[in-house]
């Protein structure tokens, strides 16, 4: 449906729940342009990183239980006019561990969305990060419409580090869509993701394009009809061929305010893909073209003018580094955000995952993470925090082709500190 100027609906969150918290609050709607500069300043300690050391081949100094500090800085800019949007940021980080040297990462990130046609548009967008140190991520994101697992190179957060290796991670994405009739649009993309190290062996690249014609049946409800292709491969181990991922992109979208104020709202999309599994632990054993249903569902319910509570459910394939076969994933996730006072601010987040690897009956994989943010503003431009993170996942040994990924892996990570926000352009 092409997109229409028109006055704020009455019931609409921006009218409804104006209420905000001191610290970083946003600038004007609609504002033209924007520069904000971030920081945040930590001490943090982190447990065992290994829980279970055995078969893995370590390439470099272990991070180790203990307390540490780091720095993380950002400058962040956007700028919308009629026809074209444009954003960038870039940020570094710097942390002090015992008897190590200092410890830099780098990020750099930038964005156009630009109105080419008078109801097509073109987005490109580009990123690029830094970190001395090999980084595990195996987590689903259930409200992620793409299945993807998270990555973690998203961010500076040393969460994930494991041990020191020089790092050096990209993500390309091009999507160009067009908007064929009321009810109809028309959508293409395609993505790259590299990930190169200093001991190059296990470089990975990633890619995957699609194609997606989505129809609008009624105000809550429509259908897609859609075909993309994924597939990753490890340039310099040519031995190790990864399968690709056919998304079969065929299912119905739905959502629906469930109340008459609004505050709750259900949605759902379904969908499928063909890959060839891999049914046995090894290598070497038969394959076979397998037809996976996917979907998502998510839940989410506003409560008084600040708080907000949202379950999310969602299968998915996808293949992703460290591996060479699919991994078939169902994750469900908890959230609840809100203000205890205008100053005091609580976000909790639990995830869990389950799947197998190449869809066999010996290959379960399964993760759970946990994260708890309490933010206090002191000011708009400052606010004190104390995070708390754990997570653990298990794999069968033998899955992972990549020597370095444990099979068993538990952490529990505190940070405490100080964070800035401040704006030093606001548009109107």
């Given at each position: ?5 028109s ?19 946003p600038?004007l709607p609609?504002a033209?342009e ?6 945040s300043?930590?001490?943090?300690y982190d ?7 055995a078969g893995?081949?370590l390439s470099?100094?272990?991070?180790e239980?203990g ?12 700028r919308h006019t009629?026809r074209?949007g ?28 630009a109105?080419?046609t008078?109801?097509?548009s ?9 970190a001395?140190e090999y980084?595990?991520g ?12 998270a990555?973690?190179?998203?961010n500076?957060a ?31 993309y395609y993505s790259?993701?590299t ?5 190059d ?12 014609l989505?129809?609008?049946?009624t105000?809550?409800a ?9 597939a990753?491969r490890?340039p ?8 690709g ?6 299912g119905?979208?739905?959502t ?7 505050r709750t709202h ?7 893909a ?8 090894s290598?070497g054993a038969?394959?076979?073209l ?19 509570a949202a ?5 998915s ?12 994933a ?8 809100g203000l ?10 639990t995830?869990?995952?389950?799947g197998?690897?190449?869809g ?10 946990a994260?708890?943010d ?8 400052l606010a004190?925090?104390?995070?708390y993170?754990?997570y ?8 992972a ?23 030093l352009?606001?548009?109107?």
């Open positions: 449906m092409r997109a229409q100027a006055t704020p609906d009455p019931e609409s969150p921006e009218v409804r729940r104006p209420y905000r918290g001191l610290f970083g609050a600038g609609g033209g924007s520069l904000d500069f971030t920081a300043l930590y001490g943090a447990d065992n990183v290994y829980a279970d050391r893995v081949a470099g100094p272990l991070r239980s307390v540490f500090g780091g720095v993380d800085t950002g400058m962040s800019y956007t009629r074209i444009f954003g960038a940021d870039a940020g570094a980080g710097l942390n002090v561990y015992q008897d190590e040297p200092l410890f830099q990462t780098y990020r750099a990130a930038a964005n156009l969305n109105r080419v008078r109801y097509g073109l987005s490109i967008a580009e990123a690029f990060a830094y001395p980084r595990l195996l987590f689903a994101t259930p409200t992620s419409s793409v299945g993807t697992f990555d973690p190179f998203a500076l040393t969460d994930y580090g494991v041990f020191r290796q020089n790092s050096y991670r990209s993500t390309t994405n091009v999507a160009f869509s067009q908007e064929l009739r009321q009810h109809a649009s028309l959508s293409t790259l993701s990930a190169n190290y200093e001991a062996e296990l470089n990975y690249v990633n890619h995957s394009a699609g194609a997606r989505t129809y609008e049946l105000p809550n429509g259908f897609h009809l859609g075909y993309g292709y994924g990753a490890y310099h181990n040519p031995r190790f061929t990864q399968s991922i056919h998304n079969i992109d065929v119905l979208d739905y629906r305010a469930l109340s008459v104020s609004r259900f949605s759902f999309a379904t969908g499928s063909l890959f060839y599994a891999n049914q046995g632990v290598v038969d394959r076979r397998d037809l996976a249903v996917l979907g998502n569902a998510n839940l989410t319910h506003e409560m008084g003018r600040t708080w907000t379950l999310a459910y969602q299968r394939v996808s293949v992703n580094e460290g591996f060479l076969e699919p991994m078939l169902q994750s469900v996730s908890a959230t609840l955000q205890i006072s205008r100053r005091l601010r609580f976000d909790a987040l995830a869990y995952t389950s197998a690897v190449s066999g009956v010996s290959n379960d994989f399964d993760s759970l993470t994260h708890t309490l933010e206090y503003g002191f000011t708009r431009y004190g925090y104390v995070d993170l754990y653990r996942y298990h794999i069968p040994p033998g899955l082709v990549d020597p370095r990924f444990p099979p068993n892996m538990s952490r529990n990570g505190v940070r405490v500190g100080l964070r800035t926000s401040l704006p352009i606001r548009g109107k």
